[in-house]
């Protein structure tokens, strides 16, 4: 009986993930005196950089504030806060495995990501459509047959594109770009007709090109999106200090005004104001915080 017990005690024990064995995040920070950010380089304006390659945007600023509450629960005023890139491939692997502790970036919390990493409650809502040249004169998924279609490597948009044209006969050629700057520039030099992404991303895209009279936002809205902090799963502590701190942001009305800075007001580097005002759903979510998947909406 007692051997019988054991046995699966350790074998439950061995099932359990890594940093849950060693107490988590928490216990990885305060042991390195580091905590790791992983950052988006032209994911405007959530998470980009500067003209001084510095990260900068509204989420950067939301993480920055769970940084605060990190050093504040640790006691270590002077914790060495790094930057990692990440991209759209890898962003998942490296907070899964322990190198990113927080993705503050443009990410999707949908069911098949939360069977791999924890996100906190949603901080923005976008909807996935399509920039185009206005020259072009497209301005359906239906007119995009037989042409060439940017997006962004490790992106859902493409899938999601099929399935709104399953069965409509609509043939369009997939080109990659290795992250939203790069999927932007095939659309800037023809070598895609169109790029589908967040609308915001495309609209702070737009906002900071060459020439952005040149360009629209149109087409059918594919996805409702609910854009979420991650952080690795199976960390409990972690989750809820990140929750809290998120939360808090929300009660205490500040989350309104980085909302305000980043999408209502001018931004660097060429201090342009993108005009993009809270939509509906993200209000409801700043009142009833939720870190439900896009497949809730």
């Known amino acids: 009986m007692h051997r019988r017990l054991s046995t699966t005690l350790f074998l439950a024990l061995l099932a359990l993930p890594a940093f849950a064995q060693d107490s988590g995040t928490l216990k990885k920070v305060r042991d390195n005196g580091s905590i790791t950010l992983g950052i988006r380089e032209s994911s405007y304006p959530l998470s980009y950089l500067d003209e001084r390659q510095q990260p900068i945007g509204y989420h950067i600023d939301i993480c920055n504030r769970i940084v605060d509450a990190v050093k504040a629960k640790l006691k270590l005023p002077a914790l060495k806060v790094q930057h990692q890139a990440v991209t759209s491939q890898n962003r998942i692997p490296l907070v899964a495995n322990g190198t990113v502790d927080l993705e503050c970036g443009s990410t999707t919390n949908n069911e098949a990501r939360q069977k791999q990493v924890a996100f906190a409650p949603t901080t923005f809502v976008t909807n996935v459509r399509m920039a185009v040249k206005k020259a072009s004169g497209i301005q359906s998924l239906a007119q995009l047959g037989g042409k060439p279609v940017a997006t962004t490597t490790g992106t859902t948009s493409v899938q999601l594109m099929?399935?709104?044209?399953?069965?409509?006969?609509?043939?369009?050629?997939?080109?990659?770009?290795?992250?939203?700057?790069?999927?932007?520039?095939?659309?800037?030099?023809?070598?895609?007709?169109?790029?589908?992404?967040?609308?915001?991303?495309?609209?702070?895209?737009?906002?900071?090109?060459?020439?952005?009279?040149?360009?629209?936002?149109?087409?059918?809205?594919?996805?409702?999106?609910?854009?979420?902090?991650?952080?690795?799963?199976?960390?409990?502590?972690?989750?809820?200090?990140?929750?809290?701190?998120?939360?808090?942001?929300?009660?205490?009305?500040?989350?309104?005004?980085?909302?305000?800075?980043?999408?209502?007001?001018?931004?660097?580097?060429?201090?342009?104001?993108?005009?993009?005002?809270?939509?509906?759903?993200?209000?409801?979510?700043?009142?009833?915080?939720?870190?439900?998947?896009?497949?809730?909406?």
């Open 162 to 297: 099929r399935a709104h044209e399953k069965g409509k006969g609509i043939d369009f050629k997939e080109v990659y770009g290795k992250d939203h700057a790069d999927s932007f520039l095939m659309l800037e030099t023809d070598r895609a007709v169109a790029f589908v992404m967040d609308d915001n991303l495309l609209a702070g895209l737009i906002a900071t090109s060459k020439a952005p009279n040149n360009y629209a936002i149109v087409g059918e809205v594919l996805s409702i999106e609910p854009i979420a902090i991650m952080l690795r799963r199976g960390d409990p502590e972690f989750k809820k200090l990140v929750d809290d701190t998120v939360k808090g942001l929300m009660k205490s009305g500040e989350i309104n005004k980085l909302y305000s800075r980043w999408f209502m007001a001018p931004i660097p580097p060429k201090q342009v104001n993108l005009n993009f005002p809270m939509s509906e759903l993200l209000k409801f979510l700043i009142e009833s915080p939720s870190d439900a998947p896009a497949e809730s909406f």
